[in-house]
């Protein structure tokens, strides 16, 4: 399913150095910090192409926004840094995208193991309808990388890690249906920080949440920036200037610009995002 | 205008008549079932008695009981459940949660709602083939036996019409129906459970085992109980295999021979006698008090167990 | 403090040794190869019905002490005798006829009853009457068919049809087909009520705006919308009816005759079969053999049915999905 038939690449940029979307100030070398790269990343459904000679590096232990209007294909390009496209059958794609070295195009890549590495959050909350407990516990399980005894400190530094200890620490064996749709979100992050990813995806986590709760997720991202690398799409302008570290603006499949945040936000070279960010086309 | 009014009054008409129709419709779906359920009382009530559920068949009337049948329904459905309900539960898993989108799975699919539609009597004809003569491989009139003839665990091949026979032969019967009611279970459970489980690295079986399956399973329960019901009260393939016999004891092993509650009742219903026609309805009651009891406990699970998947 | 846990989380989730991904993949085939054939059981019961049937009614056609068994004499004939007289006459014609009757007396009776009741269920019952009425219908659903056909034995003969006319028999057509669409009267309304239900409100809305009654929509709008639904019920519903086998057994008769008098008795196919399998024709007997064509024709007929209501079901479930 995930092996391109033919390998097609768009003629023009594929020859064009990747974009560095490294912003460390001290200029360190990109393959040290490089976490995701991706080469004339090209991907369709069916027939139909969806992502276009995509070029660009994501560095490691930052956080990274993918902005652009709906259906430009930022969600796909998510699904394929955690193979979740191989869930729908006609997904396929070519050219190459790696996550420190290894090939995520790869046919017999293990993706059990590649999700325990790479954690998802998605738009809306889906906790399972269990407890709050075994909501976190549920990729642990699965995995067993954890020791067993650890377990319920596994749950509780989860927990802290995504701000909602406090607020469930009474009532971890109620069900996670009782909560509220900001801690519900919490939750699916804390549930997937319990199995020890690398990389976070993050599917416009706000945008089925009210201003606290989003204001809750934002200042949660900054935190966890030390200890995971984080894309996440958004579709709020402010958000991707207050939370991230680079951005890259998608276009009908394309990869318009990237670049660090603020200036990619105050002074974009291309004339596309300009009207973007500056909020003249959605 | 004048014309608008009087069109306006016509329709008004129609509409009227049509509720009216549509009422009554229903009332006679009502009354049915509550003349249905009137008649057999007062033809069966009198015949009911501990006596009545304690005693076997007999030639006289009034000594006449239900106990073999009862029992043997009990054990062939015992058997048809524990079939058809995991075979059920098994296809539909395959069908939902593992198959692509294959002309293979199209076919299947379609083999499936086929089989639903056949009748009952020719899944009958089926079983006597294959479990009652093993299709001829194996001789009837001198089986294989294996273990000792009294004990719970003796096993003959070919079965012959004995109560595994028959409880197998009632699961072809509602595999179809088991299997189709399962697989709308599982397409009822919200997709982003199942994306959630396989975003933290489960594989296919585990998002089944721990998420879509305990999901669906308020679900398949009801189903199951409806399969159930109705293959509690399937007279025709049982007919065709042989189990409609004077039966004087209650099964002992899988080998056994056996009768069930809706074949004893035809078999009362059928002869002349008006006294026997009592027994039938007094045999009938008993089989509602079964089913309605059946359909209660698919009430309550549905309104206990069916929590919300998602706030 | 939220990022010191975040990187104790991260150091404690990493702690451990993974399961081995080789016996992961190992079980997780063995299992879907389990669940694969539990699948394709279903296929081989299909193959084994029509294997059987196929078979035995090959071993009836070519019997060698009866040559005036053919193919074409059963299609055809107009006569079944297969246990009176010398000359057993085996033509499938009468047997099909008295299925025929019977189920177009079960139709005509809950056809018409069944649409109307889903039309009320659908379009005007409150939520509440829905549930006491769905919960009925799924009483009478779930009513064994040999009490259908104690009914039609003791009820509807002696206390409905015979006071009406003295022509009525202890067996015949008419009882067993009242009873027999008593009891796919159910299957007739939930089919068609989901039908109905599944023609989006945006329809209905559209057509009051226009100043419709309740009858315009649901005559005019809803039912022609669900009508491939509607048709998929009947269908299924006239297989059961075709299938049915204890209500017959019991009130329509045992012999075969060709008749359009719902008055008179009637056999059908599965009644035919019950009277075999329920007698002491030997095995190796005509009779006994004739019994399975019975059970192929009978299978052919339903299966052409449950076909066509599938596939006339998978288009109207396109056209809203
Ligand atoms: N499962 C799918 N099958 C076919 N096409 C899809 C599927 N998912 C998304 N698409 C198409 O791919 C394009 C990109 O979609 P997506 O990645 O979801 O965009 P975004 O997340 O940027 O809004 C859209 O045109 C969409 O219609
Ligand atoms: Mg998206």
Known sequence: MTQPSTPVRDADPATAPPTNLTSDPRGSHPSE??????????????????????????????????????????????????????????????????????????????????????????????????????????????????????????IEQSLRASALWNEVKDRLDSSALGLSGGQQQRLCIARAIAIGPEVLLMDEPCSALDPRSTASIEELIRELRATYTIIIVTHNMQQASRVSDTTAFFYEGRLIESGATDVLFTNPKNRQTEDYVTGRFG | ?????????????????????????????????????????????????????????????????????????????????????????????????????????????????????????????????????????????????????????????????????????????????MIIASQEAFRAVPPSLRQGALALGSTPWQVVRLVTLPAAMPTIMTGAILAMSRAIGEAAPLLVIGGFLLVFQTPTNLMSDFTVLPLQIFNWAGRPQADFHKLAAAAIIVQLVVLISFNSVAIIIRQKLQRPLQS | MTALAARSAAEIANRGTPHSALIRRWSEGSIKFALLSMTLLSVVTTIAIVGVLAGEAWGFFSMADQPDISLWSFVTGLEWSPLLGARPAFGVLPLVAGTLLVTAIAGCFALPIGLLTAVYLSEYASSRTRTILKGVLEILAGVPTVVYGFFALTFITPYLLQPLSSGFGTYNAMSAGIAVGIMILPIVCSLSEDALRAVPQSLRD????????????????????????????????????????????????????????????????????????????????????????????????????????????????????
Not at chain 1, 37 to 61: C, T
Not at chain 1, 114 to 143: E, T
Not at chain 3, 246 to 270: C, D, F, K, S, W
């Open chain 1, 33 to 154: 910090t490089t976490a995701i790269s991706m080469r004339s990343l090209n991907g369709w459904y069916g027939s139909n192409q969806v992502l276009h000679a995509l070029d660009l590096e994501i560095a490691a232990k930052q956080v990274c926004s993918f902005i652009g209007p709906s259906g430009c294909g930022k969600s796909t390009l998510l699904r394929w840094i955690n193979r979740m496209n191989d869930t729908i059958p006609s997904a396929r794609a070519s050219g190459t995208l790696s996550l420190h070295g290894i090939d995520l195009l790869d046919r017999t890549l293990d993706v059990v193991d590649l999700r325990r590495r790479v954690g998802m959050v998605f738009q809306k909350p889906n906790p399972f309808p269990k407890s709050i407990f075994d909501n976190v516990a549920f990729g642990p399980r699965l995995h067993r990388t954890y020791s067993p005894t650890d377990l319920e400190e596994l």
């Open chain 2, 1 to 177: 205008m004048a014309a608008g009014v009087i069109s306006t009054s016509r329709r008004m008409l129609s509409n009227r008549v049509f509720l009216w129709s549509c009422l009554a419709a229903t009332m006679i779906a009502i009354l049915l079932l509550s003349v249905l359920m009137v008649s057999i009382a007062i033809e069966g009530w009198s015949s009911i008695s501990w006596r009545f559920l304690d005693s076997f068949a007999s030639r006289k009337p009034a000594q006449a009981g239900i106990k073999a049948p009862l029992l043997g329904s009990l054990w062939v459905c015992a058997i048809c459940g524990l079939a058809a309900i995991p075979m059920g539960i098994g296809t539909a898993i395959y069908l939902e949660e593992f198959a692509k989108r294959s002309r293979l799975k199209r076919f299947i699919q379609l083999n499936i709602s086929n089989l639903s539609g056949v009748p009952s009597i020719v899944y009958g004809i089926l079983a006597l083939a294959a479990f009652v003569r093993f299709f001829g491989l194996a001789c009837a009139d001198e089986p294989w036996t294996l273990g000792d003839p009294e004990s719970l665990f003796f096993i003959q091949f070919p079965f012959g019409p004995s109560v595994l026979a028959g409880g197998l032969t009632l699961a072809l019967v509602i595999l179809p129906i």
């Open chain 3, 206 to 321: 559209g057509a009051y705006a226009l100043g419709s009654t309740k009858f315009d929509v649901s005559a005019k709008v809803v039912v022609p919308a669900g009508l491939s639904g509607v048709i998929a019920a009947f269908l299924l519903a006239l297989t059961r009816a075709i299938g049915e086998t204890m209500i017959v057994a019991l009130a329509a008769g045992g012999l075969a005759q060709l008749t359009a008098n719902p008055a008179e008795q009637v056999q059908t196919m599965t009644a035919y079969m019950v009277q075999i399998f329920l007698g002491d024709a030997p095995a190796a007997g005509v009779e006994y053999k004739s019994s399975y064509a019975v059970a192929f024709t009978l299978f052919l007929i339903t299966f052409v049915l449950t076909w066509s209501g599938a596939i006339i079901l998978k288009r109207y479930r396109e056209e809203y999905d």
